[in-house]
């Protein structure tokens, strides 16, 4: 084109109008387990490019439908070891309801042997016992009568007056941030005698799977029918747990072992236990008994007092029992020092919790400090999840202990 003569340049601008706003999606973060399958949180904002320049707005100016997902699947490596299980047993009753139960082992991925279940304890660990049905039963005449499986209350670990006290923790255990477990009569004659028959009959054992809110009391731990036998112990927030191990028959060359979990400490021990005194230094305590041989065990005595260091703050509660309200705690302009609010929730070891969400409006507002997102983290495995703003959810645990951070 040489020959002939060029053009001058021009350059006209096409459109004026900016780019609608679009989803962003930082890089995730860490991953939550360190070994199988997590979550890894990714912070996903609402931008618009005004000018050339990235423009902060609105989530409800990007598509609602097309926002991408704040928690992703990750995995760093396979995990050295797992929990497996044994087959499922036959169903305890031959006819009429009953139970099935099946024993849980920790398992190296390496060796395909089972090791310790210490290498496993920060792992989630599926159901032991589950209900099963033989059919119906044939018409008696007259009334029921127990049936062989169901054992009288002094063959059960001849039960004590704390364990018989606990009776009513089961029903109505709401317990807030500054109050104790609640008061309530006890049936007297046949009805108290038939209430603890049934109780012991529906726990399938004396005192294992429960939770005991008392000031103090003496837990007999020995003669169970599980292997493992778990109990927790709850008080106030301003409180702390001390145990005594009065006596231990268990068998320490053939593996039984009783730990303590909570908060702020974890211990296990075997040999030297009687006499021996665990203190956890916060509200709640975990004790876990694995039992090998039949008729072994433990009998503990546990007392309260307040707490010798204040390790929880001012808008942290604690809850206990079947079913709670969590409110999102609100921070007066001169506490906004305390940027993270706690909501501890203890159930007996035997049940599980879940959280719902029905109403969620986490950001600025007024003249108080709110909080922007919340972290749901499982207690058993130290798993987290992050809710943000508006979202609504259903969290549900492994284990029997859950908390909740409110974060500004």
């Known amino acids: 084109c040489q020959p002939v003569p060029k053009p001058e340049s021009r350059v006209e601008v096409c459109d004026l109008n900016p780019c609608p706003p679009r989803w962003k999606v930082t890089p995730a973060g860490p991953c939550s387990s360190s070994c199988g399958l997590g979550l890894a949180v990714q912070l996903v904002t609402c931008v618009q490019i005004l000018h050339g320049q990235e423009v902060l707005q609105e989530e409800h100016l990007c598509p609602v439908a097309e926002k991408p997902l704040t928690s992703v699947p990750c995995v760093i490596r396979t995990c050295s070891y797992e929990w497996s299980f044994s087959e499922w047993s036959e169903c305890s009753t031959s006819c009429g309801n009953g139970i099935q139960t099946r024993q849980d082992f920790c398992l190296s991925s390496l060796t395909h042997k089972p090791v310790s279940p210490l290498f496993c304890r920060r792992f989630p660990k599926a159901i032991v016992v589950r209900g099963c049905s033989a059919g119906p039963c044939p018409e008696q005449e007259g009334p029921l009568a127990p049936g062989p499986e169901l054992q009288p209350v002094t063959a059960a670990t001849h039960l004590t007056k704390a364990a018989a006290a606990t009776e009513h923790t089961h029903k ?19 009805e108290e005698d038939t209430a603890k028959r049934s109780f012991l009959w529906q726990l399938g054992c004396g005192v294992c799977g429960n939770l005991f809110l008392n000031a103090t009391g003496i837990i007999n731990m020995t003669g169970v029918e599980s292997r493992d036998c778990t109990v927790a112990i709850g008080r106030p927030l301003r409180e702390e747990i001390s145990v005594t191990i009065l006596e231990s028959s268990l068998n320490c060359s053939a593996g039984e072992v009783l730990l303590f979990s909570g908060r702020m400490m974890w211990r296990t021990g075997c040999r030297k236990l009687p006499l021996s005194l665990i203190n956890s230094r916060t509200n709640t305590l975990i004790v876990k008994q694995r039992v090998v041989l039949p008729g072994n065990g433990v009998i503990l005595q ?39 609010c706690r909501t501890f929730i203890t159930v007996a070891p035997r049940q599980r919790i879940s959280i719902r969400a029905l109403s969620t409006d986490l950001g600025p507002g007024g003249n108080h ?34 908390e909740i951070e409110f974060h500004e």
């Open 172 to 190: 109505d255990l709401d317990v807030p941030l500054s109050a104790g477990p609640r008061e309530q009569t006890k049936p007297s004659g046949g």
């Open 302 to 340: 546990y007392n309260s007092r307040t707490a010798t260091k204040k390790y929880y703050q001012d808008c942290d509660q604690q809850l206990f029992g079947p079913r709670g309200a969590v409110v999102n705690p609100v921070q007066l302009p001169e506490e906004r020092q305390e940027v993270v």
């Open 369 to 402: 400090t709110h909080f922007n997102y919340i972290l749901v983290r499982d207690v058993s495995t130290m798993k987290t999840v992050v809710f943000h703003g508006k979202q609504q959810f259903l969290w549900q645990s492994t284990g029997s202990q859950a």
